[in-house]
């Protein structure tokens, strides 16, 4: 990346309308693309890929959870990169505002949110986003929208536990939705 595109993405962090916008920072063509995100809460689930990806905590702290993974936590503070494997499930945890980017395949890869059960550890939901999803935000939204709503969604099957609603704070994704669809038509 040349270094006039690096400034322009922090100029591009500015206008961010919420935690884990992941907005496409380039140019369509850019394979790995840098997804941008500015985080004040934390990732409301995990986050899985068909794909490898990387993620990079430019500035801020918090942790990575990876379900099922040893180390199942990772502190993350400025300047940390963390490579993602792809089908490892994993949760960014902000403490401070952060400013991330989430290296993905373009085109891209199939994704799926899940929880876990807080409890037992055990697979609580899972929503599969298709490659062919042109805008995964849609998609996440829709997500955690069916966990809030449906009480069997959040129940553990193997303890019973009932998961907590999934917290959205400044997450804004029918509006990054829309303006990825808008860039999308220029």
Request: hydrophobic letters at 40%.
């Amino acid at each position: 990346m040349e270094a006039k595109r690096v400034v322009q993405l922090f100029q591009e962090a500015e206008s961010a309308w919420g935690s884990f916008d992941d907005f496409p920072a380039l140019e369509p063509r850019v394979d790995p693309m840098p997804h941008l995100s500015r985080n004040t809460v934390s990732q409301p689930f995990y986050l899985a890929s068909e794909s490898d990806q990387t993620l990079v905590n430019v500035s801020g702290e918090g942790e990575i959870w990876f379900a099922g993974e040893r180390p199942e936590r990772m502190q993350l503070v400025a300047g940390d990169s963390v490579y993602l494997p792809a089908g490892v499930p994993s949760r960014v945890i902000t403490r401070t505002p952060s400013l991330q980017v989430r290296l993905k395949a373009h085109p891209p890869a199939r994704e799926a949110v899940a929880w876990y059960c807080q409890a037992c550890q055990a697979l609580v939901h899972w929503h599969d986003v298709g490659a062919d999803v042109d805008v995964p935000q849609d998609e996440y939204w829709r997500a955690v929208e069916h966990f809030n709503r449906d009480e069997a969604a959040r129940a553990c099957g193997a303890c019973g536990a009932a998961h907590p609603l999934a917290e959205l704070g400044d997450i804004a994704w029918p509006e990054v939705a829309k303006a990825i669809r808008a860039a999308q038509e220029t």
